[in-house]
């Protein structure tokens, strides 16, 4: 069986990167993306790497230290006994879960992390499904002494907000949102440059566009296609911005066998972490043999410019207990919150306590809401997605910035609400892309603008009560539904879903048979089904 990145059993050292590294003293292993890591020279941490991600062996104090990049660019998981004297550090979540099983040790599932995946999208902070297998969080230092077992955690990095007030006038942040705008490629366009295996998706979203604006201005040498449903308004916008940038747009379906087909790879990879929900753009790939050596994603431009913002983050008056109780309130209206047991719930909520004292190590409490958002479930999602399309491309994600997020989450309250600086700065870069509406509302309601959250609204009620009324015979308002998530559990997952309720409620000891027929539960809590069935799909792995 092939070793792990670090592998300490009984002992013994091993390393996937080379068979003689027991033989030195101190070695370093750092990313080359997601997937792949590469033997680095001590040098090239000697002066300290405030945002690089790497893991450094010392063998001579027998330690090993593991230094998470400042946003947790790359998914890193790793177990630790001190008792049985063994380490296990990799990249793919499942290749740990089959070196315990080789080595015959016993895993079970943490039940809080599963529902805080069911509830939130994502188990928060360190968890994963399974107890005692860790993700490393943003910008976080672990320390492990291998003679005594400690473990040391400390230097998570803080995403910043901004406090009240404006530093500059309306126009100056203008100007400086467009020159950061403008320059998002600069990094790469080396790298990029004579590149002809660039793949730049296009979906109908402001992200990008944007991106694939600036790889026309650069001129790179680039393929796009857009994905989805026929039905979804995301390909008839994705068209118009490809028509006026006058680029060839390349459409692949999504069809909803590729969520069985290709949602268990993704699922037993990740370990759990992303659902069938989250396989798409791997699904896409995958059934049409694309594998291009980058893919230019717009990750985190939306919730950096304010995508996420809550209404109340500028109330600054919010102490730390009403922030944490505002967002249990929420957490508490979600149906599953009633079967955790009182133990779980202290879980849950230390877990959210754990998140809020670092969020206001820096900023206020009323950015609470957003934190969460932007750190603890981002990063759950750059495993979701990336990790998995990363074993044959690599994912070049231009927001992921300091300038960038440095500049726009701390911008205002105004100018973040709704995307505001950054649409306006984009307009004013490419105003015949620009003024394009997104995906969010169909074409032809533009002039109706100013209405876009309501019209919405009515479209994707029109859909839940079309579709619950005529049990999905009739889809009232289908084109803003991105993706056939409620025609897959009654249809092509609808089996997969009855075992996986019937093993949940074996597993967990709760009875999940709510989610198994249509219902407006199940609308409003479609994350639920998609994990048990995530869940059902990982029940080898569990004891």
Known sequence: MESLLIELNNGNLNSCLSSNKSNENKFILSPINSHSYKIAEINEFSQGEEDAQYIEVDLVNNKVNIKSSWYGEFPLFFYFSAKEKTLLVDSNFESIIKRLQFIKKKVEIDSVGFYQAAILDNPLRRRTLFKDIFKCIAGEEISIDLNNGEIKRENVWILPFNKGGYEKSKEEYLATAKSILNN???PYTEILSDEKELLAPLSGGLDSRLLVSLAKKEKLNFNSLVFGTRHSNEVVVANEVAKRLNIKLEYKELMNFYYLNYGEEVVRYTGGLSSPMHCHLYSILKANKLSPKYILHGFMGDVYAGDSQPSFANDFTISKDQALQMYINKVKKHHLWIMLNEEEKKEFINDLWEILEDCCRVNLPCHFDEYVHNVDRQFALIANV??????????IRPFISKEYCLFFNTLPYELRKGRYLYTEAAKELFPEVFNIPTQNIPMGYKKFSGFY??????????FVLSYILTRGKLKIGKSLVYE???????????GELEEAINYANFLLNKDFSEYANLSLLRFKETRVPFRLIGLYWLREYLS
Request: charged share 25%.
């Open 184 to 186: 998002l490629l600069q």
């Open 453 to 462: 959250p309501n019209i919405r609204k009515v479209f994707l009620s029109a």
């Open 386 to 395: 990336f990790s998995p399309i990363e074993q044959e491309s690599t994912i």
């Open 484 to 494: 056939n998530h409620h025609e897959l559990l009654d249809k092509e997952l609808k």
